[in-house]
């Protein structure tokens, strides 16, 4: 993959942070994480309805157990 749009081929690798929705970071995507919306999850510039509106129709998403234990803190 070009990461550096330099036209050549880079290694690289991501750093994986957490799901859209997952406020308290444990690869799940819960109704817990429903109650602390405290900032700007979808990136619009503001806190509102729209941030738990987007973060509530990923309820129920997580990362595989294997993969989560891959992932560093």
């Known amino acids: ?40 999850i979808n990136g619009d510039g503001r806190i509102d309805t729209r941030d738990r509106r987007d973060a509530k129709t990923r309820l129920h998403q997580a990362v595989d157990d294997a993969l989560l234990a891959l992932i560093d803190d």
Do not use: K, P, Y
């Open 1 to 40: 993959m070009d990461l550096d749009g330099d036209g050549q081929f880079d290694d690289g690798h991501f750093e994986f942070f957490r799901l859209f929705g997952d406020t308290n970071g444990n690869g799940r995507v819960e109704a817990s994480d429903q109650l602390n919306i405290n900032e700007d």
